[in-house]
């Protein structure tokens, strides 16, 4: 096996909206930046095709109150999603987020409807506007061109699997390359993981086409296994949510469905809007994220999204919408099947399991781990999260790596050396099991025994069957190909976080919205306001209960 190393002060590790930011502000300070991304930062991330949804607040627009604007928007879905995160992490983020939309403004991604500020979407009726309606269609070929602009090198189809930590913090990473046989040591001084969100822990809403996820199939919690496998801490792994779009059509982007959402008989389901109304949508989908389930199971569905009875620039409005949202592959389908957003209503569903764990930070992006930083679909959430916490981590990292001293190499040629045995044994072995056997016997054991229905008897259960199937990972896993190597190595990820879910939800001795214990059904006041933590002490999961940061 070739192998290669590579020298830099800031490693930025995925190539998708945070990453890329993180690159271009790094190098606007002067550091001399890496982007390694598995697969290629032009089409990569859940941010791919496009978005069009920017949590944003515009003074111009909302006034000069920050905190009025911050009260409106916990009445939101936001409420729940930035509810541990703490306080001053979502104030840095608001504050921050309308230079970003400038800043992406004035390279090139359309962040104004007709010449204006145009908000839309996420919102009550009659309550403040939260999110900037923008076209993202082109907002990964735009960054991508910025950080090459900037000066900083973007290594295509490489894959990082291992950070390099020790005393000193991180410093660097180890990754392959997913097309040839090229194993990569990076050193650097400093390091921003970036790698997005999580899926294929647990099964999607189609089994059989394991693809068919809210995010991209590749997105599979590399950072976050990697940040604890060096003593990052994470929290509320246990936690999961699900989300609801257009049934068998796993997308994200639930508020550019200008519709309402209605029963057979075409009555609303909820009780915000009655008529389609492409200001707002139809809230009762952030509300109540489980109510196309309940229908469902208890006979009264299916429901379904009606878009008919907007007028024509409405219907164009939603169209639009719907190809900056990267909805291309739908309306392809809609269209081959002569379905007509104008005529017919659309069914929707609730979807797969979506794990809510993700890397502790706070507001200035920091781990825990001296040099690592993190930002994007690992420590937050959303596009504006993404670009905010991106640009902070960016300079964070560069600020750190002018005073770090040069990445030694103590430590690193034997990390090298496990991970080339590793990569040779999954490799040369003749006979063994498919990363996808692999990774379907995951997601049932986690389904299973940790999912909806769960109680210490389960989890116990379940964790031992976990193991037991960990260990043949770690013995038969075969890969036939550069493509398989990468989802063998996605799925000793994705057994890793696995196991901190049981250890976890094993933990949580109460039920909590979706976190459901048959043994403790009742929500403990007394964690209210505490995150669950995990980090790896002397190779165990160490599990503590903290407060929210203030
Ligand atoms: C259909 C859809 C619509 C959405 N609509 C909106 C919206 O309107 N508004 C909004 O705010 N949010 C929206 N989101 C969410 C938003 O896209 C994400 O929150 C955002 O893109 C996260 O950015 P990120 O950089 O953290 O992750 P990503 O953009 O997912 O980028 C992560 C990158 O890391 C790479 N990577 C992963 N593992 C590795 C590894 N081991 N080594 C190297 N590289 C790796 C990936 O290939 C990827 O390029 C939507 C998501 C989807 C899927």
Known sequence: MKTERVETDVLCIGGGIAGLMAAIRARELGAKVVVAEKGATRYSGAGRIGNDHFWCYIPEYHGPDLDAFIKECMLTQLGNMTSNLGPRVVRTWLENSYDMVKLWDSWG??????????????????????????????????????????????????????????PEGCTGAIGIDTRQDRLIEFRAKSVVVGTGAVVRLYPGVTPAVMGNNQRQFSSTGDGRAMAYRVGAELVNVELFTRHAGVKN?????????????????????????????????????????????????????PVYMDCRGLTDAGHAYLMEGLRNEGNIGLLEHLKEEGVDLKKNALEFSTYELRYLGRLQTNEKTETGVPGLFTAGDESTFSISGAAVFGWIGGEQAAQYARQAAPASGEGKSAKMEETKH?????????????????????????????????????????????????????????????????????????????????????ERKESRGMFQRSDYPYTDPLLGGKLLTVKQVDGKPYLEWKDVPR
């Not at 915000?272 to 006979?299: A, C, L, N, S, W």
């Not at 379940?462 to 190595?489: F, P, S, Y």
């Open 109 to 166: 991604i359309q962040m104004k409807h007709d010449g204006e500020w145009h908000f839309s979407g996420h919102s009550f009726p009659d309550r403040v506007m939260t999110h900037l309606k923008y076209k993202g269609a082109n907002q990964k070929p735009v960054l991508t061109d910025q950080a090459l602009k900037s000066g900083a090198t973007i290594m295509d189809r490489v894959m990082i699997f291992e950070l390099l930590g020790g």
């Open 249 to 301: 059509f796993c997308r994200a982007g639930q508020a550019t469905w200008a519709g309402v959402c209605r029963d057979p008989e075409g009555r609303p389901i909820g009780k915000y809007i009655e008529e389609p109304d492409i200001r707002f949508g139809d809230m009762i989908i952030e509300v109540d994220k489980q109510i196309f389930e309940r229908y469902r199971q208890t006979g009264r569905g």
């Open 422 to 506: 590793l990569i040779d044994a999954l490799q040369s072995r003749k006979n063994g099991h498919d990363w996808r056997d692999a990774n379907f016997a995951l997601q049932h054991t986690l389904t299973d025994y940790a999912g909806s229905i769960k109680s210490e008897a389960t989890l116990t259960a379940g964790l031992a069957h976990l193991r037991r199937l960990r260990q043949k990972v770690d013995t038969t896993l075969r890969a036939t190909n550069r493509w398989e190597l990468a989802r063998c190595l996605e799925v000793r990820n994705l057994y890793d976080l696995g196991e901190l879910v049981f250890a976890a939800a094993s």
